[in-house]
């Protein structure tokens, strides 16, 4: 079962990262991980500060690590004790350079929406969970408590068996119930998804087709789950042609307020899920996400 040993938690002061580092406590506190809470300084501020304050570099460091350390002892999350690093460059650089260092094996980051859209996460987020070499969670600044309806996205590959083993460690945790969903591209969909102008196709022929999807579906997981069977687990296959608005749709519908995915498909998928629907889900999930990052040899393969 996928546990985490030391976390890195992204500090920028808001709300969100304020909320971020409630969630980051309690399952740190769970895992028995450890943590260190980053907060980065752009460049051109600490030259700034320097300069109007007259002082150097050493001391604006030291000005904002007291900053951090007394926003992380403000956050009502516990007394667990938090490691605190100031860094000086571009944000997603230093995260990633940091989770390095630390040997961390999760990131931690708030994420928050504009008015224009308030699902989308930030550019540094995205890159963050792009880039790095670590998982990654990012925490919607409205996720209260702890988390209570999974879904997690099955395409069969090796790293959508370690997203389901996340999603079922974190809903043990959390006492959470958990959606397994698989989203099955047939020519009926298809042709739903294209106003009906693709060749007509038996019905018959898609309702094998989804039976044998949902057995598969139902075979890849129970071994997953016979390791939590306290957990409420529940095998989803939906029929669409657009597996990135499948699975929003059913994490809305669901309501749903955390959704873990691998980053990484599999043989002839594996550029459009990496491309667009993994990085969209991420992008514009109503809540939060969980993104797994696949082994470094399966990476490279």
Known sequence: MKTYSHIVIAIDFTPSCRNALRHAIRLASQWGASITAVHVMDEFLVHELKRALSVDQATVRQEWLTRLTQFVESTDAGSMHVKMEVRIGSAHTELLEACLV??????????????EEPNRVGAIAAKCVRKSPTDVLLVREDAQGSFKHLVTCVDFSDNSKRAVQVALNIAQLEKASVDCIHVYQSAVAMSMDYGGFAA??????????????ESDLAHFVAPLQSETPEVSVKTTVIERLNIREAVLDHVTESHADLVVLGTRGKNGLRE??????AERIVAYAPCSVFAIKPDAAAADS
């Open 272 to 277: 459009l899920l990496m491309g667009t629907t």
């Open 200 to 213: 007509s196709m038996p019905i018959s022929a898609d309702a094998h087709a989804l039976e044998s999807w």
């Open 102 to 115: 630390t040997g961390a094996d999760l990131l931690i980051m708030g994420a928050r929406g504009s008015r």
